[in-house]
Structure formats: structure tokens, C-alpha cells
């Protein structure tokens, strides 16, 4: 059974910084690009941040580059995203997800965890 | 970026019913790259279609997917008690990849 567990999501003040992980389980990991999605509350879906199977390529949406680096080790079958510079916006559940790569920038998820959630205030 | 809007908002419906749901592109998809994911609270969102009309592995043939260029469809021949959730699309045809707000299916 495939399984994604995510965690490390806490509450945190603007200007902070964090470490989510995401462990998996059930299928080769390493045979996989993973991604990071976000939900904000009542608000919709928005990918994060992607990288490849083997870690050598990374990608980023607008609104956290410069600020977050995603990451992986495929010998513990974990995904990481180091956030720092956090602000009010990045308060959202976070999702890590299988990715399938149809081209540079262009994916869909096959099997995501369930999420581990991310409050950024004062 | 592509922006994709879902209509109805929420959609209330009986077990056994059809529901038909839309997704809007504010340009055309490319190669028809557009996703549906289920989503219930709590749980993972899992996916359902893609290529806009092949279903993932292990979704229901009662869920299936149509459309091109800018107009999408997702419909659910008859509804499961397990189908009652929010419904999203999401276009992988230019990048950056971005999602629908998202179609509420309710149990009226």
C-alpha cells in the first residue's frame, strides 16, 4: 500500500523558519519525482515545489522561491521542504505528492499524503 | 498563469443521481493536460482522471471525464455514498500547473 506521511508542520511566527519531512512507503521511491502542495484555508489547491527522482533538479512556484528549498534523501525515503522567511500566506496544510512529469513545469500527482499543517502568525 | 474556474460551486444531489461538473480555462489547455482529483475531509486528495478522459487506476468507471481547449467535464453516471466530496481540476499543460477552486458535492 502506497502511504505518504507527512510532518513537521507547527505554528510559527513571520520571519521564522521550518522543516517539513515525508516519508513514504509502499513504492520505490526513488523511482519518483515528488512534489509539495498547499491548501490556505478555504481556499483552493496551489503547487509548491518540485523535484526530481534523483534530487538533481528542482523547481519552485513564484510566490516561495528564494525562501523555500525542497529536498529529498532517497535512502530514507523522505522528502523534505526547508522553509524559511515564513509569512502569513504560507499558512496552509501542506501535501507532498508522487509527480508525474510530463515536461519542465509540467505535472500531476498521482498519490499525495494527507497533509500536516503550517500556521504562520504572531 | 492558467487560471481555472469550477462551477457549480456546490453541487446537491441524491445517491443515484448524475452530477455534472465543469471546469473553465482562461486559455486553452494544452494536449488536453487537465487532471480531477477527489478530495474528503481528512483524508489525502486522491486522483481520479487525467489526460482530461482516462481514469487513474482504481477509479470507478461511473466517473468520467470530458472536454478540451478551455471547457472541461466531469460526470458521475450515478452517485456512491463515497462520492460525496470535493471535486478539483487541475491543467498540466503550461507551467506553472495550477487548480480549480474546487466543486463541493453534497448530499441534498
Known amino acids: 500500500e502506497v502511504q505518504l506521511l507527512e510532518s513537521g508542520g507547527d505554528f510559527v511566527q513571520p520571519g521564522g523558519s521550518l522543516r517539513l519531512s515525508c516519508a513514504v512507503s509502499?513504492?520505490?521511491?526513488?523511482?519518483?519525482?515528488m512534489s509539495w502542495v498547499r491548501q490556505a484555508p478555504g481556499k483552493g489547491l496551489e503547487w509548491v515545489s518540485a523535484?526530481?527522482?534523483?534530487?538533481?533538479?528542482?523547481r519552485y512556484a513564484d510566490s516561495v522561491k528564494g525562501r523555500f528549498t525542497i529536498s529529498r534523501d532517497n535512502s530514507k525515503n523522505t522528502l523534505y521542504l526547508e522553509m524559511n522567511s515564513l509569512r502569513g500566506e504560507d499558512t496552509a496544510l501542506y501535501h507532498c505528492?508522487?509527480?508525474?512529469?510530463?515536461?519542465?513545469?509540467?505535472?500531476?500527482?498521482?498519490?499525495w499524503g494527507q497533509g500536516t499543517l503550517v500556521t504562520v502568525s504572531s | 498563469e492558467i487560471v481555472l474556474t469550477q462551477s457549480p460551486g456546490t453541487l446537491s444531489l441524491s445517491p443515484g443521481e448524475r452530477a455534472t461538473l465543469s471546469c473553465r480555462a482562461s486559455?486553452?489547455?494544452?494536449?488536453?493536460?487537465l487532471a480531477w482529483y477527489q478530495h474528503k475531509p481528512g483524508q489525502a486528495p486522491r486522483l481520479l482522471m487525467y489526460?482530461?478522459?482516462s481514469r487513474a487506476t482504481g477509479t470507478p468507471d461511473r466517473f468520467s471525464g470530458s472536454g478540451s481547449g478551455t471547457d472541461f467535464t466531469l460526470t458521475i453516471s450515478r452517485l456512491e455514498p463515497e462520492d460525496f466530496a470535493v471535486y478539483y481540476c487541475?491543467?498540466?499543460?503550461?507551467?506553472?500547473?495550477?487548480f480549480g477552486g474546487g466543486t463541493k458535492v453534497e448530499i441534498k
Open positions: 505528492a508522487t509527480t508525474a512529469v510530463i515536461s519542465t513545469g509540467m505535472y500531476y500527482f498521482h498519490y
Open positions: 509502499g513504492f520505490s521511491f526513488l523511482s519518483y519525482a
Open positions: 523535484i526530481s527522482d534523483s534530487g538533481a533538479a528542482t
Open positions: 486559455q486553452s489547455v494544452s494536449s488536453s493536460y
Open positions: 489526460g482530461a478522459s
Open positions: 487541475q491543467q498540466y499543460g503550461t507551467s506553472p500547473v495550477t
